[in-house]
């Protein structure tokens, strides 16, 4: 099946009594790329993640956000920096013996000073996080790849079209392509027959003859065309593999572009000239699709 490499996903869930939010999200990119945004105390998570999604995603640029809340359960401690606050008494007093203030400090009035509480919580269990945001991003990641299958098919849809297109221009230009020739050689006779005419000279056949085939080698697509069908094929048969394909489908696109500037320097007939634009065209719509395939 063919994925795009554009996609989104999100889940938010409460799982052992924490609320967990993973959102992924993905553009183009040539490579495998992988950003991790989680808070700073759950950076352990970023390296399982990057795995994580990298089973099942090829490419693309991959940005994933987490956040993790606290767990209605965790034990929490709050300490007083007695050191700190011994300081501030003694401050205090100084400024009241010193200005003849009084000194109406209270616990209250302590607690505002900074860096009097400081407060630990228990270690957290990182293997249990770790699997409780992993249970969130399989969610995410479901949605996330349902997305790009979603876009995938549509791209498929199209680049099948276009494939048809190119198709049906190369029979034009098979079944075109023998008449120039016979055209060529109809001009060549009357170019000939008004030259020799007043001259009372016969015309050499053989002499007409290996001209005309002098023109019919150099203007046959036969082998162009064969190959640009080939590689149609090709085209189809990737579209159909349950595997990431779009380097491959770039490579082929090359090809049959490669074909078509061939058949393009060959052909001296303005109407062929006009259907090789159009698969040309074809082709680079096709090119600008593949660049979006995983």
Known sequence: MIHSMTGFGRCETEINGREIAVEIKSVNHRYFE????TPRVYSFLDDKL?????????????????????????ASEVRVNHQLVAGYLAAMKEISETYGVPNDVSAVSLSRFPDVFTVHKAAEDEEQITADVLNA??????????????????LK?????????????VSEIEERS??????????LLDRIRQTLDSFRVEIDEQRVLTEVAVFSDKVAVAEETVRLRSHIEQLRSFMERGEPVGRKLDFIIQEMNREANTIGSKVQDAVLAHKVVDIKSEIE????QVQNIE
């Not at 990057?50 to 209605?72: L, M, P, Q």
């Not at 849809?157 to 221009?169: K, P, T, V």
């Not at 719509?285 to 600008?288: A, G, Q, Y």
């Open 34 to 37: 992988f950003s991790c945004r």
């Open 50 to 74: 990057k795995s994580f999604v990298n089973a099942r995603v090829a490419r693309g640029k991959i940005d994933v956000f987490v956040t993790v809340g606290a767990a209605e359960d965790t």
């Open 137 to 154: 991003a399989s969610q995410a990641l479901e949605a996330f790849i349902a997305m790009r299958c979603t876009e995938g098919e549509k």
């Open 157 to 169: 849809a199209d680049i099948l079209g276009r494939a048809d297109s190119i198709l049906r221009i």
């Open 178 to 187: 023998p008449q120039t020739v016979r055209e060529y050689e109809e001009r």
């Open 285 to 288: 719509k096709i090119r600008e």
